[in-house]
Protein backbone atom coordinates (compact mmCIF):
# COMPACT_ATOMS: atom_id res chain seq x y z
CA UNK A 1 0.00 0.00 0.00
CA UNK A 2 1.11 3.58 -1.21
CA UNK A 3 0.12 6.70 0.30
CA UNK A 4 1.04 9.91 -1.10
CA UNK A 5 3.31 12.73 1.05
CA UNK A 6 1.24 15.38 0.94
CA UNK A 7 -1.49 13.79 2.59
CA UNK A 8 0.37 13.19 5.81
CA UNK A 9 -0.48 16.05 7.91
CA UNK A 10 0.97 16.65 11.70
CA UNK A 11 -2.03 15.59 13.08
CA UNK A 12 -0.91 12.12 11.40
CA UNK A 13 -3.07 9.24 9.94
CA UNK A 14 -4.03 6.07 11.24
CA UNK A 15 -3.74 2.62 9.13
CA UNK A 16 -4.40 -0.82 9.84
CA UNK A 17 -3.08 -3.31 7.49
CA UNK A 18 -3.51 -7.03 6.51
CA UNK A 19 -1.02 -7.82 4.14
CA UNK A 20 -1.01 -11.83 2.53
CA UNK A 21 2.32 -13.45 3.56
CA UNK A 22 3.25 -14.48 0.42
CA UNK A 23 3.55 -10.80 -0.85
CA UNK A 24 5.71 -10.11 2.01
CA UNK A 25 8.08 -12.75 1.71
CA UNK A 26 8.41 -11.13 -2.19
CA UNK A 27 9.28 -7.84 -1.36
CA UNK A 28 11.51 -8.61 1.48
CA UNK A 29 13.28 -11.65 -0.73
CA UNK A 30 12.82 -14.04 2.58
CA UNK A 31 13.90 -17.54 2.96
CA UNK A 32 10.52 -18.57 5.17
CA UNK A 33 7.41 -18.71 4.29
CA UNK A 34 4.46 -17.23 6.95
CA UNK A 35 1.69 -18.73 7.83
CA UNK A 36 -1.66 -17.07 7.06
CA UNK A 37 -1.81 -12.78 6.86
CA UNK A 38 0.70 -10.33 8.25
CA UNK A 39 -1.43 -7.42 10.49
CA UNK A 40 0.20 -4.10 11.05
CA UNK A 41 -1.04 -0.78 12.97
CA UNK A 42 0.51 2.19 11.74
CA UNK A 43 0.59 6.19 12.76
CA UNK A 44 1.79 8.37 10.27
CA UNK A 45 3.00 11.77 11.04
CA UNK A 46 4.68 14.50 9.40
CA UNK A 47 6.97 17.82 10.28
CA UNK A 48 8.59 19.37 7.08
CA UNK A 49 10.67 16.26 5.19
CA UNK A 50 10.82 14.41 8.17
CA UNK A 51 7.63 11.70 8.33
CA UNK A 52 7.74 9.56 11.80
CA UNK A 53 5.95 6.32 11.87
CA UNK A 54 4.85 4.33 15.19
CA UNK A 55 3.40 0.64 14.86
CA UNK A 56 3.24 -2.56 15.43
CA UNK A 57 3.72 -5.61 13.47
CA UNK A 58 2.20 -9.07 14.08
CA UNK A 59 3.11 -12.29 12.08
CA UNK A 60 3.71 -15.95 12.42
CA UNK A 61 6.99 -17.24 10.44
CA UNK A 62 7.69 -20.50 9.05
CA UNK A 63 11.09 -20.98 9.41
CA UNK A 64 13.53 -23.99 9.68
CA UNK A 65 15.67 -24.70 12.60
CA UNK A 66 18.61 -24.08 12.34
CA UNK A 67 19.39 -27.59 14.10
CA UNK A 68 17.62 -30.18 13.30
CA UNK A 69 16.63 -28.46 10.10
CA UNK A 70 12.84 -29.19 10.82
CA UNK A 71 9.97 -26.44 9.82
CA UNK A 72 7.97 -24.50 12.99
CA UNK A 73 6.11 -21.41 13.79
CA UNK A 74 7.71 -18.75 14.70
CA UNK A 75 5.36 -16.21 16.42
CA UNK A 76 6.51 -12.31 15.20
CA UNK A 77 5.38 -9.37 17.66
CA UNK A 78 7.11 -6.47 17.47
CA UNK A 79 6.24 -2.58 18.10
CA UNK A 80 8.36 -0.03 16.05
CA UNK A 81 9.59 3.85 15.52
CA UNK A 82 10.58 5.18 12.27
CA UNK A 83 11.97 8.24 10.67
CA UNK A 84 11.78 8.63 6.95
CA UNK A 85 13.30 12.00 5.08
CA UNK A 86 11.60 13.15 2.19
CA UNK A 87 13.93 14.31 -0.64
CA UNK A 88 12.57 18.22 -0.48
CA UNK A 89 12.93 18.88 -4.21
CA UNK A 90 10.42 16.91 -4.55
CA UNK A 91 7.96 17.97 -2.34
CA UNK A 92 4.02 18.57 -4.00
CA UNK A 93 3.92 22.41 -4.29
CA UNK A 94 0.35 22.38 -2.90
CA UNK A 95 1.88 21.23 0.15
CA UNK A 96 4.72 24.01 0.35
CA UNK A 97 2.34 26.06 -0.07
CA UNK A 98 0.52 25.19 3.29
CA UNK A 99 3.88 25.21 4.96
CA UNK A 100 4.75 28.66 3.83
CA UNK A 101 0.99 29.73 5.06
CA UNK A 102 1.49 28.54 8.49
CA UNK A 103 4.98 30.29 9.15
CA UNK A 104 3.21 33.58 8.06
CA UNK A 105 1.17 33.67 10.59
CA UNK A 106 3.63 32.37 12.90
CA UNK A 107 5.59 35.77 11.88
CA UNK A 108 2.48 37.66 12.22
CA UNK A 109 2.34 36.85 16.03
CA UNK A 110 5.80 36.82 16.90
CA UNK A 111 8.43 39.49 17.15
CA UNK A 112 11.36 39.43 15.16
CA UNK A 113 13.41 38.75 17.65
CA UNK A 114 11.64 36.01 19.54
CA UNK A 115 11.69 34.30 16.05
CA UNK A 116 15.31 34.89 15.65
CA UNK A 117 16.03 33.07 19.03
CA UNK A 118 13.03 30.46 17.97
CA UNK A 119 14.68 29.50 14.72
CA UNK A 120 17.77 29.54 16.15
CA UNK A 121 16.90 27.07 18.65
CA UNK A 122 15.23 24.82 16.03
CA UNK A 123 17.63 24.46 14.03
CA UNK A 124 19.92 22.85 17.09
CA UNK A 125 17.18 20.41 17.90
CA UNK A 126 17.14 19.63 14.13
CA UNK A 127 20.55 19.29 14.13
CA UNK A 128 20.90 17.06 16.96
CA UNK A 129 17.94 14.72 15.47
CA UNK A 130 19.79 14.02 12.53
CA UNK A 131 22.87 12.55 14.31
CA UNK A 132 20.83 10.63 16.96
CA UNK A 133 17.99 9.04 14.85
CA UNK A 134 18.76 6.23 12.26
CA UNK A 135 16.52 8.35 9.48
CA UNK A 136 15.49 6.22 6.25
CA UNK A 137 16.17 8.50 2.82
CA UNK A 138 13.15 7.81 0.30
CA UNK A 139 13.00 9.62 -3.19
CA UNK A 140 9.35 10.70 -5.09
CA UNK A 141 6.30 11.60 -3.34
CA UNK A 142 4.79 8.45 -2.27
CA UNK A 143 5.65 6.43 1.07
CA UNK A 144 5.43 2.67 0.24
CA UNK A 145 3.36 0.80 3.90
CA UNK A 146 3.87 -2.75 2.68
CA UNK A 147 8.08 -2.10 2.56
CA UNK A 148 8.00 -0.12 5.63
CA UNK A 149 6.56 -3.28 7.21
CA UNK A 150 8.47 -5.47 5.34
CA UNK A 151 11.63 -3.67 7.04
CA UNK A 152 10.79 -4.19 10.20
CA UNK A 153 9.91 -8.10 9.73
CA UNK A 154 13.41 -7.77 8.88
CA UNK A 155 15.04 -6.90 12.19
CA UNK A 156 13.21 -8.75 14.03
CA UNK A 157 13.28 -12.34 12.48
CA UNK A 158 16.34 -14.59 14.00
CA UNK A 159 19.77 -14.94 11.95
CA UNK A 160 19.55 -18.79 13.36
CA UNK A 161 16.28 -19.38 14.33
CA UNK A 162 15.82 -22.07 16.62
CA UNK A 163 12.74 -24.42 17.16
CA UNK A 164 13.29 -24.67 20.57
CA UNK A 165 16.03 -23.18 22.88
CA UNK A 166 17.05 -26.30 23.84
CA UNK A 167 17.18 -27.96 20.40
CA UNK A 168 19.11 -30.93 19.92
CA UNK A 169 20.18 -30.83 16.50
CA UNK A 170 20.40 -33.83 14.53
CA UNK A 171 23.35 -36.71 14.84
CA UNK A 172 26.24 -35.75 12.96
CA UNK A 173 26.71 -39.56 12.22
CA UNK A 174 23.69 -40.96 10.81
CA UNK A 175 21.26 -37.69 10.93
CA UNK A 176 18.52 -38.71 13.03
CA UNK A 177 16.66 -35.76 14.34
CA UNK A 178 17.50 -35.99 18.50
CA UNK A 179 14.71 -34.10 20.01
CA UNK A 180 12.15 -37.62 18.45
CA UNK A 181 10.65 -38.90 21.43
CA UNK A 182 12.13 -42.26 21.02
CA UNK A 183 15.75 -40.49 21.78
CA UNK A 184 14.69 -39.15 25.42
CA UNK A 185 18.63 -38.85 26.59
CA UNK A 186 19.65 -37.00 23.60
CA UNK A 187 21.21 -39.99 22.11
CA UNK A 188 20.52 -41.91 18.61
CA UNK A 189 20.89 -46.21 17.78
CA UNK A 190 24.46 -45.05 16.56
CA UNK A 191 26.61 -47.79 18.94
CA UNK A 192 29.25 -45.58 21.29
CA UNK A 193 31.91 -47.84 19.54
CA UNK A 194 31.08 -47.03 16.00
CA UNK A 195 30.77 -43.40 16.94
CA UNK A 196 34.27 -44.19 18.66
CA UNK A 197 35.60 -46.11 15.75
CA UNK A 198 34.50 -43.02 12.85
CA UNK A 199 35.94 -40.14 15.04
CA UNK A 200 39.69 -41.68 15.57
CA UNK A 201 39.67 -42.72 11.46
CA UNK A 202 38.40 -38.68 10.83
CA UNK A 203 41.20 -38.07 13.22
CA UNK A 204 43.77 -39.79 11.02
CA UNK A 205 42.73 -38.50 7.79
CA UNK A 206 42.91 -35.31 9.26
CA UNK A 207 47.21 -35.72 10.13
CA UNK A 208 47.48 -37.24 6.29
CA UNK A 209 49.60 -35.10 4.32
CA UNK A 210 47.40 -33.95 1.65
CA UNK A 211 50.78 -34.63 -0.90
CA UNK A 212 50.35 -38.08 -0.28
CA UNK A 213 46.07 -38.22 0.17
CA UNK A 214 45.96 -39.84 -3.01
CA UNK A 215 48.41 -42.82 -1.88
CA UNK A 216 46.27 -44.25 1.15
CA UNK A 217 44.15 -46.17 -1.22
CA UNK A 218 47.12 -47.87 -3.15
CA UNK A 219 47.27 -51.34 -3.27
CA UNK A 220 50.81 -53.09 -4.32
CA UNK A 221 50.27 -56.16 -6.70
CA UNK A 222 51.25 -59.57 -4.51
Known amino acids: MKIKVEDITEAG ?4 LSTDGKEIKQVGNFDFDFSGTVNSKLRIFRSGKYVTLQGAVEAVLNPVCSRCLNDFELPLNADFVSTVVIDESLLNAADKGRTKRKKK ?8 KDEKKSSKKELEELELEKEDLDLIHIEGDELDLTLVVTEQIA ?40 KASLSEEKAKEDKIDP ?10 KS
Request: with cysteine; glycine share 4%; net charge positive.
Open 211 to 220: RFSVLKDFKT
Open 13 to 16: LDFE
Open 155 to 194: LEAPIKPLCLANCKGLCSYCGADLNDSKYPDGQCDCAPSK
Open 105 to 112: KKEEKATK
